[in-house]
């Protein structure tokens, strides 16, 4: 199941790179314009800016699409790491007015930080989140700290609040704001790293941002009137030392299953999905079987026995019953009149040909990419 992940995986970066410009665009437009947005400690965010020219703005990840809309078309940049995801969020970024600098610790590093003293020179704002794209949430990144040493330039802690909201079940508990929410948009006491500081002085600078802008979802939270939205306790950092992280591609979670939950779990399936179709065998000889019911329990079924097997294997269930459904209904379609015929010659064609292809991208493509 690995390859078929990946794969799935590069599909819905292409299409969200493809899409996150225009339809990203319009639907977090839409949104973003019914919320109640108050903003506190702007004065903050103003000092830095003139004591720099310019200044870098950390916020944590699972905030991104709060900050998008309201920070929209004031000409500033981000820092995105040179992921697939980050090209898709290269694409929402600037159809919102952002500048972006593609850049980590391992590709494009020196590039970026060469683009960061020059938009830093011309006063630019720059985003960074210390936590993304890996984690664990409200971890600092040291790098950022080693910026501001590099550039001179203050970090200004940004926090963000909101009285309801969606959250995804991510590391980062990633917040969408639902319709007519109130939003709180918190800058932080600005934090100084001076080019001659230590890596001690350094330490206790990302200590203190990490800090601060907690201070300030705190602030948020509590003028909103509500409990903060966090799933846990933040946790400590872990002192990573690259600047910029980026994503582990082909990172897949663990699965911490024994080996006879395993076991109970296929075999609940397989009998699950075997008993349900006994059950649509035996109501379509009695005749009292619809045709929509018959079609639907069948997938149900299908589906069921599916899930039974392991790993790879659900894929190769699934590349084979599409293979012997279209052979079954192109061999069917022998007998029928010509209309029939033709449905049938259609429908049976077009699951040959997708179970083939499935076949092809998880079994035969995806081990030679992978070699």
């Known amino acids: ?62 905030r991104m699409i709060v900050a998008i809309p309201t ?27 952002y500048f972006v600098i593609r850049g980590s610790s391992s590709r494009g590093g020196a590039r970026a930080l060469r683009a960061m003293l020059r938009v830093l020179d011309d006063g630019a ?3 960074i989140t210390p936590d993304g794209p890996r984690g664990p949430m409200h971890t600092m990144n040291p790098g950022l700290a ?24 991510s590391w980062d508990h990633f917040t969408i704001p639902k319709p007519f929410a109130r939003v709180c948009v918190v800058y932080g006491e600005p934090v100084p790293v001076s080019r001659e500081a230590e890596d001690t002085e350094q330490e206790e600078a990302t200590e203190l941002v990490r800090e601060r802008t907690l201070e300030a979802e705190r602030a948020g939270f509590g003028h909103l009137g509500c409990e903060v939205d966090w799933p846990t306790p933040p946790a400590p950092n872990p002192g990573r030392r690259e600047w910029a ?37 035996a109501f379509d ?20 026995l599916w899930k039974a097997f392991p790993e790879k294997a659900e894929a190769g269930f699934f590349s ?44 035969i493509k995806a081990p030679k990419d992978e070699g």
């Open 1 to 62: 199941m690995g390859a078929v992940k990946r794969w799935r995986k590069r599909w819905v970066r292409s299409f969200g790179k493809g899409t996150a410009g225009w339809l990203g665009r319009a639907a977090l437009s839409l949104l973003s314009k019914t919320w109640r947005v108050e903003v506190l400690g702007e004065e903050n965010l103003n000092a830095s800016v003139k004591a720099g020219p310019g200044c870098f703005l950390s916020m944590w990840h699972g």
């Open 71 to 97: 920070h929209a078309r004031r000409g500033w940049h981000v820092l995105v790491s040179p992921s697939g995801d980050g090209d898709v969020s290269e694409k929402l970024l600037e159809a919102n007015g």
């Open 245 to 281: 992280a980026e994503t582990k591609e082909n990172e897949q979670p663990r699965d911490e299953r024994t080996t006879g939950e395993k076991i109970a779990r296929g075999a609940t399936f397989f009998l699950s999905g075997a008993a349900l179709f006994a059950w649509l065998y």
């Open 320 to 363: 084979l019953v599409m293979i012997l459904g279209g052979t079954f209904l192109l061999v069917d379609a022998t007998g029928q009149d010509s209309s029939a015929r033709l449905e049938k010659i259609a429908m049976g064609t077009a699951l040959l040909l997708l179970g083939l292809l499935y076949f092809w991208v998880v079994f």
């Open 146 to 169: 080693f910026m501001a040493r590099a550039t001179g330039r203050e970090i200004v802690p940004l926090g963000f609040a909101c009285d309801r909201a969606w959250h995804a079940d």
């Open 285 to 304: 000889q009695a005749g009292d079987l619809p045709p929509w019911g018959k079609t639907i329990g069948t997938l149900l079924a299908g589906g069921l």
């Open 125 to 127: 704002v720059l985003f």
